[in-house]
């Protein structure tokens, strides 16, 4: 199995450009985690989904942040505009049941 | 609000020590205890934990839950320069598939 795929590895944008993150899950789970790692506030979870269904969005930092999931092998993590504050790690990750999930290798943010 | 704290932040030993590192939490409906293993890239998964007082082991690594203390400990033995990583504990609410993550403990091994 190739397991969680995130692209780009990294990208480097100015402000207020939108960047889009990308993520594949691996075959046959039916949840999907976005989360957001930062040195000062550790890995913090943003969104995840079920069964392609937003579940719980309320770790979303603000309405410049959007998640999407359009069918069971994609999803996307939008922020625009974006700011420099956004820059850190953004991992993708999946699961086929509760506890034990499988990270992507992550897409490096910085915003300049 | 729910919270989970791992001690110490940072920890440096020699190849061959002995590690202890501690993850307390608070949680809202308890349902598992999760360790992973972050290197370079991204975590990756070492143990779950649902029963206090059941070890699990793998190699030189072992856990153990203590539900009563609201608490968990990883030990690693005989540390080799490869141990070096951050170690993240995290606890899985029960009707929900959110982990909530503790920042890491931050283990360096030298040689």
């Known amino acids: 199995d190739a397991g969680v795929i995130q692209s780009p590895r990294h990208e480097v944008t100015e402000m207020g450009q939108e960047v889009t993150l990308r993520c594949k899950p691996i075959?046959?789970?039916?949840?999907l985690f976005w989360y957001r790692q930062t040195m000062m506030r550790g890995l913090e979870l943003l969104i995840y989904f079920n069964n392609n269904v937003p579940i719980d969005d309320s770790g979303m930092p603000e309405d410049r942040f959007s998640a999407k999931m359009p069918n069971a092998s994609f999803s996307t993590l939008k922020i625009q505009p974006s700011e420099p504050r956004d820059s850190a790690v953004y991992f993708c990750a999946s699961t086929t049941s509760q506890g034990k999930q499988y990270f992507g290798p992550g897409t490096r943010l910085t915003v300049t | 609000e729910d919270k989970v704290v791992q001690s110490p932040l940072s920890l440096v030993v020699h190849e061959g020590d002995t590690v202890t590192l501690n993850c307390s939490y608070e949680v809202t409906n308890f349902r598992s205890l999760l360790w992973y293993k972050q290197e370079k890239k991204a975590p990756t998964f070492l143990f779950m934990l649902t029963s206090s007082g059941i070890e699990k082991k793998s190699g030189r690594l072992s856990s153990i839950l203590d539900k009563k203390e609201l608490s968990s400990i990883l030990n690693i033995t005989a540390t080799q320069t490869g141990d070096s990583a951050i170690y993240l504990c995290?606890?899985?609410?029960?009707?929900?598939?959110?982990?909530?993550f503790g920042k890491g403990t931050k283990l360096t091994v030298n040689p």
């Open positions: 075959s046959g789970h039916n949840s």
């Open positions: 995290a606890v899985e609410q029960g009707g929900s598939e959110k982990l909530v």
